[in-house]
T-cell receptor, first 112, second 116 residues
Framework: ELKVEQNPLFLSMQEGKNYTIYCNYS?????LYWYRQDPGKSLESLFV?????AVKQEGRLMASLDTKARLSTLHITAAVHDLSATYFC????????????FGKGTLLTVNP | NAGVTQTPKFQVLKTGQSMTLQCAQD?????MYWYRQDPGMGLRLIYY???????DKGEVPNGYNVSRLNKREFSLRLESAAPSQTSVYFC???????????????FGPGTRLTVL
């Protein structure tokens, strides 16, 4: 059974600083997803990582995947207030049903 | 293209009441999912439907039933609501094409349910 662990669960940053959110998973995951959730809103897809060594970037966010270490990271560069949100990673169980297992989420607060 | 829609957006129930949460998608996706989100718990899968006519239990199915009415619609029913079912419920859908390498799930806006 796939288990996904994120850390930290809470992250308070100053604008302009860099930081990394870590996502560890317990068994082989076919894909690794990152989602963003604003308060009271739904989940918005950020990145889909398909294979070992995959790196994707969008603006100040960069996600990477190391399947050998069973680790994905979400790196935030020069944080701005608009990045304040909860970030989830999720692993994909294989087979025909494609079930997602989510981490508990990282609540990111970027302070001026 | 509305994507995934859910009704109602908010609901307050008394313990023991029943209700059905509705979900519909217009993306012609094969698979649909129901999750609940509780503070500090992430999202947990309640039930899913890999294709029209099939449903399966997820991680936390107790107290819920589902119906895949057709390809577009997937409903979640609480037969006798309990305070422990106070949560935010999200529906999601995914295309089931083997050639789709992303297998991404798209989420609805959520239903905020309070059981008193």
């Amino acid at each position: 059974e796939l288990k996904v662990e994120q850390n930290p669960l809470f992250l308070s940053m100053q604008e302009g600083k860099n930081y990394t959110i870590y996502c560890n998973y317990s068994t082989t995951s076919d894909r690794l997803y990152w989602y963003r959730q604003d308060p009271g809103k739904s989940l918005e897809s950020l990145f889909v990582l398909l294979s070992n060594g995959a790196v994707k970037q969008e603006g100040r966010l960069m996600a990477s995947l190391d399947t050998k270490a069973r680790l994905s990271t979400l790196h935030i560069t020069a944080a701005v207030h608009d990045l304040s949100a909860t970030y989830f990673c999720a692993g994909l169980s294989g087979g025909s049903n494609y079930k997602l297992t989510f981490g508990k989420g990282t609540l990111l607060t970027v302070n001026p | 293209n509305a994507g995934v829609t859910q009704t109602p957006k908010f609901q307050v129930l008394k313990t023991g009441q029943s209700m059905t949460l509705q979900c519909a998608q217009d993306m012609n996706h094969n698979s649909m999912y129901w999750y609940r989100q509780d503070p500090g718990m992430g999202l947990r899968l309640i039930y899913y439907s890999a294709s029209e006519g099939t449903t399966d239990k997820g991680e936390v199915p107790n107290g819920y039933n589902v119906s895949r009415l057709n390809k577009r619609e997937f409903s979640l029913r609480l037969e006798s609501a309990a305070p422990s079912q106070t949560s935010v419920y999200f529906c999601a859908s995914r295309d089931g094409l083997a050639a789709s390498s992303y297998n991404e799930q798209f989420f609805g806006p959520g239903t905020r349910l309070t059981v008193l």
